[in-house]
């Protein structure tokens, strides 16, 4: 009952703003703008008793007075009114509550008071209440931002639940920057009434969500949470950014969210237990998220490595060993057939080192004779899409006269782009995990490298550095393991 | 006198192109067009025996036809003729040789006695030699760039001396995306004359370098290099990057440049007692490298924060922890001072949580107070440039002939750019390490965003992540200890 009502948080039809405002400063205001800048197609109902019209639409004194029927409403107003305010929604039957409003137990007893009281009387009625103290949602699938940032995430496969605002935000954004977008965002707040367990367990069943990112300061229930993270690591990945894992972290959540962020050491356990992937920095757990939406999970260690350069093949075989991986060890079989494909004076060994000399369309051969061979469970190929970036050699070379430089980009730009939809075509006829790496990849999209892009707008992960590509290899494999061993 | 005439390495008066070509398919095509577009102004001679003419220069059949003096020979002919062009060379008296050829001793026996004989011939005329089985140098101040991509770093402070090609260009464009450029570019390849010992000795000493940023593969000469970066540190930072970490890097490394990668225990000793910055990414390389140019080197561990969002404090704070560094304790009197700034409900302590409800300019007014408190060694300030990140509403909101959005936003991206050049002034006043992290960091320069562009066009770091700002921070203090200790 109460996982079907939280769809309204998401998707409703109508939603009521208590504390909507005319004054573009104000809270109310911004977030009715978001609604509208979003596009949001649903009805939406003003409260404040003291206008009778706001940005065009009929302003309601409360909520009750509404006709219609309510099944969201965001509540905006100070701290001491919300209590009010939720008890009008649920004589109402609003369907869900969000509450953005601060002022509770990130404040200490009295706050923490209010908060309990609207806790209970919410779950008595049976309704899903996200916050208080968070910046709202967002849902791009139905157009819905009802949040503070003026930022709009492109629909996609993760889900986001955070208890910060602007970690909800910033991770949406580092998503966006790799061409991937969010099912769900969720600035949790305070976390009065839905609780980490709550969201696990609904995002665990939502179609549209692929993989759940949790930013996470603190559990108040660490049992509830650990048993929800184990089934929903069951059926799909989770990826958990701790805050709160120095003694200082921890001091400085405390004055946050209100909300002890407990011992880094027993989380960790907790976190080995539940399958769950830790990562250790915002920006992993973006690539990692990315990664896990843009790549089958490779079935075991053996990771196999195409490389430009012989020096960014070390430094890929460095991390590997580093990060709990393999090296596949090539068959005299395998080093035959590549070394039809490759240069005489190749080195026959793993990683494959295309050296100068090599045609360009080399890994179009190469990777099915590597995945074929049965002999690693996953590739990464270093110096995808390189002649996007190089310098236009037609405009700005002093022998463009002599020479027809224009075609000759043109050719490679073509190229480029045939290469580019080859891996494509490879990564779906396999289904098997390559991963790609382009130092072209945070600019791609700004800079409208076809190529890249063509990568990017099937949801293929473009790694920007070896070091992240294995750094996701091997927290995907791991998760791999943990939940095979759970099935069998 | 060696050392003296490495300059001719970085801005000669007259090249020789040995192995030069009409065939843009051919190094010695690309090599001598690279120049052309590059707009090198010195003299050029192409040497070829089967050419009259290449690009519009007369070609020669030997450099010792050439009548005017040659300042540099850059050689892409193959390995075996390549003894008999460096004789020539010397003959003729030419002040630097790069050879890019391969065949050496990446190759084996055979190609390291060739090698091991190009070494004597060119040490007994005291003339450097760069290479073999590199893909050439890069001084962006003397428009000079003969080595193989058609890519063009800008001028800066930071000198790369790279065992792999592709590294020294990758690490290259990793600075220009923040902003930075390079003094000096080396391709060192197989290093058969020019040491390790012989490029620290020379960019200790290169007014136009800052930093030195190394990838290192392996050391022939593990004593010599570990004096030559001890005395080089007492000057200027090291930052190093180290490929054949592990026996699966080394491995790959005997394949790539002929030498022994040598103990990850033993090289991690060296750099520590050389006052080394290790970098474990090359992502890492370059923030740490373009940090050091970008700011000045804290005198200790004592870090304060300010943040725009709770989460982001708390994420800031574990890192400093978890990178040895130490959260600044605030006295009562700082307190006081920042209480009359920050809104009533602040909750005093370090990170200064800027909470919802301060103005925009807060940062300004807060920073002289924490920095002239003297109980900190730098500040971290995250959040800079957000409005830049917003939509922009003059164009998308449906209420655009209600508000004037367009003077709203006008009106916050001018606060923006105030705000920016405030910073910068702060920055430049203080002389106090002042790290700032912003989103819309690796995005500035594509995206035209003002406010940020006038930072890092005067060369201040902008840190796309708090870890990044974190982990700069912690090397270089770490620098900074090591320095002071053997100062005194």
Redesign the interface.
Known sequence: MMMEMMNYLFAPSSIAIIGASNN?AKWGFIIL?NL??GKYQGKIYPINPREKEI??FICYPSVKEVTDQIDLALITIPAQEVLKAVKECIEKKVKAIVVIS??FAE?GKEGEELQKEIKEIVEKAGIPLVGPNGQGISCPKSNFHPWM????PKPGKVAII??????ST?LA??LE?FGFGVSKAVSAGNMASLDWADYLRYFAKDPETKVILL?I?GLKDGRSFMESAYQTSLIKPIVV?K???????I???R???GVM?GEERIFDSVCKQAGIIRA????EAVIISAGLVGSPIPKGKRVGIIT????????A??????HNLE?AQLSEKTIEQLKKILPP?W?P?N?V?LV?GIRYAGPKEILPILIESGEMDSVILI?VGWVH???D?SE????KD??NFKK?MEERKAGDLRYCQRLRELIQQYNFPILLVS?SA??AL??KLESLIELLLNEIMLY????QAVKVLSAITGYYLWRTQREK
């Open positions: 573009f703008h509208l800048m940005l065009g601060a002022g404040l940032p003026v930022y709009f955070s208890q910060s605002g602007n970690l910033w954004e580092g920057n930013y300061e950014l805050g709160g894992r120095t003694p200082e972290g001091q400085t959540a004055s946050h969210t962020a250790e920095s915002m920006n430009s350069g012989g020096g960014l093949g070390v430094i075989a460095d991390y590997c060993k580093e090296l004076w080195v060994g990683p080192d100068a110096g970036t190089m310098a050699m700005l070379s002093p022998l002599r020479f000759i130092t945070q600019r700004d800079r920007p550095s070896i070091e």
